[in-house]
């Protein structure tokens, strides 16, 4: 009789944004690469994942009800999880304020939310695997 191994269980990333239209794009994408996602649109439903999942992976935008609110919810993610690879969502460019919020709050990447899901997604997961030394779980030969 032929011995099956058990697959490996899909991984899991929490994509929080106000913008419904971003959330179905990434969660999308990022089911298209293998990745569960969980989504929330607000501080309270994000806070509420976090306690009831593991998270590998955590996409936030910088602001869910006013600017750079994003940021303390990075934080805490990072904080929870700190093997998580942590990314935000901007929607303008990166300035000296927002690099400085990143090292803070141990956010790992600023990514430009005017990029295509799909690419970014693909940019997202290349970046964690090599942060993560290429020891993701969908990597790993059992």
């Keep these: 009789m032929k011995k099956t191994s058990a ?3 899909r991984r899991l990333a929490l994509v929080v944004h106000p913008d419904l239209a971003v959330l179905s794009s990434v969660q999308s994408a990022l089911g298209n690469r293998g990745i569960n ?3 929330a649109r607000d501080l309270p439903t ?10 590998e992976l955590a996409v936030v935008a910088t602001h869910l009800q006013e600017n750079g609110d994003g940021w303390p919810l990075a934080g805490v993610i990072h904080l ?7 990314c935000v969502l901007s929607p303008n ?18 990514y430009s939310q005017s ?26 030969v059992q």
């Design 115 to 140: 990029s295509a899901a799909p690419e970014l997604v693909d940019a997202i997961i290349t970046r964690a695997d090599s942060a993560m030394g290429g020891t993701s779980r969908t990597s790993r």
């Design 46 to 55: 994000a806070l509420l994942a976090i306690n009831q999942h593991y998270f």
């Design 80 to 86: 929870v999880f700190p093997k998580a690879f942590v």
């Design 7 to 9: 697959p490996l269980p």
């Design 93 to 110: 460019e990166p300035d000296v304020l927002s690099l400085q919020s990143a090292i803070n709050y141990g956010v790992r990447e600023i």
């Design 37 to 39: 996602a969980i989504v």
